[in-house]
């Protein structure tokens, strides 16, 4: 399986990202997006299952919401109101089964919130 992360950018605080995140060679069971800052360890911020079911990290909930197209095998993080704290390089993830782990990484993509 290949991920393709997406959608990084220079945005001011208070602004909007969107990033996306494209699948190839496999079926997933879940696509995750996970961050790390600088000088900081790798964190969760969403996950959202081939159910549809979705988790939030705390500190996103309500500004970031996690969603996909089927047809474009495509998952997206919306993100919004973002802070000076949401900077950091974005990678989405990929699960193949259910209890397993996040196997497969796409690349990263760089978020930069300037105050």
């Known amino acids: 399986v290949q991920l393709q992360a997406s959608g990084g950018g220079l945005v001011q605080t208070g602004g909007s990202l969107r990033l996306s995140c494209a699948a190839s060679?496999?079926?997933?069971?879940?696509t995750g997006w996970f961050r790390q800052a600088p000088g900081q360890e790798r964190e969760f911020i969403s996950q959202?299952?081939?159910?549809?079911?979705?988790d939030y990290a705390d500190g996103v909930k309500g500004r970031f919401t996690i969603s996909r197209d089927n047809a474009k095998n495509t998952v997206y993080l919306q993100m919004n109101s973002l802070k000076p704290g949401d900077t950091a390089v974005y990678y989405c993830?990929?699960?193949?089964?259910?209890?397993?782990?996040?196997?497969?990484w796409g690349q990263g993509t760089l978020v930069t919130v300037s105050s």
């Open positions: 993830a990929g699960q193949i089964s259910a209890g397993g782990s996040y196997d497969y």
């Open positions: 060679g496999g079926t997933l069971y879940a």
């Open positions: 959202i299952r081939w159910s549809g079911s979705t």
